[in-house]
């Protein structure tokens, strides 16, 4: 176990609505990150919180936004659910930017997120 | 655009042979190459990674074999074993500031007893 949780683990959601994906780090990990991964892709970086800022973004749109907390837990928000956004969403969690060279990146395992 | 290709959507292996799977990038700036291995309904695990100074990295049975000049990487299970069966996803990441990994699409390695 890695010790990210993400909550929920399978959701449905009708296109238009709105979602909240939750993400809880490793302890003493103060950096989150979320990835897309939709079905026979791999996981797409979506953006980066580091103590409670948006630290870089990939390549989706303003509906996608999140927040990070005081105490490093991490919320995804998608808003105008669309058919595409059905996907596994991770959450990673890492201290400060470290690029992972260790294996110090630590995955959830993600919430199933299906629109319809 | 596809940074990282991970040709092989699959590969089947006998146990005790070794697996080989295989990376390319196409992104000079990345600096760090690591391998992932995910079971379903689970994350994404870390399995061995690999400096761009580098170009062998072993940690017991699995090493990585970087070759920059060709952008490709590669890694060897040796011997393979039924419980390594799994989705590895090769990522790279660079001086971008933050740490965000850039994945292939994974191949599916399938180790039959």
């Known amino acids: 176990e890695t010790g990210v949780t993400q909550s929920p683990t399978h959701l449905i959601k009708t296109r238009g609505q709105q979602v909240t994906l939750r993400c809880s780090s490793q302890?003493?990990?103060?950096?989150v990150s979320w990835y897309q991964q939709a079905l026979g892709q791999g996981p797409q970086f979506i953006f980066q919180?580091?103590?409670?800022?948006?630290?870089g973004r990939g390549n989706f749109p303003p509906r996608f936004s999140g927040l990070q907390f005081p105490n490093y837990s991490s919320e995804l928000n998608v808003n105008a659910l669309e058919l595409d956004d059905s996907a596994l969403y991770l959450c990673?969690?890492?201290?400060?930017?470290?690029?992972?060279?260790?294996?110090?990146?630590?995955f959830g395992e993600g919430s199933w997120l299906t629109v319809v | 655009d596809q940074q990282v290709k991970q040709n092989s959507p699959s590969l089947s292996v006998q146990e005790g042979r070794i697996s080989i799977l295989n990376c390319d990038y196409t992104?000079?700036?990345?600096?760090?190459f690591l391998w992932y291995k995910k079971y379903p309904a689970e994350g994404p695990t870390f399995l061995i990674s690999i400096s761009s100074i580098k170009d062998k990295n072993e940690d017991g049975r699995f090493t990585v074999f970087l070759n920059k000049s060709a952008k490709h990487l590669s890694l060897h299970i040796v011997p393979s074993q039924p419980g390594d069966s799994a989705v590895y996803f090769c990522?790279?990441?660079?001086?971008?500031?933050?740490?965000?990994?850039?994945f292939g699409k994974g191949t599916m390695l399938l180790v039959s007893p």
């Open positions: 919180y580091y103590r409670e800022e948006e630290n």
């Open positions: 302890s003493g990990h103060n950096t």
């Open positions: 990522a790279a990441t660079g001086n971008s500031g933050y740490s965000t990994l850039t």
């Open positions: 990673a969690s890492s201290l400060g930017i470290d690029r992972g060279g260790g294996g110090t990146i630590y």
């Open positions: 992104n000079s700036m990345f600096d760090y």
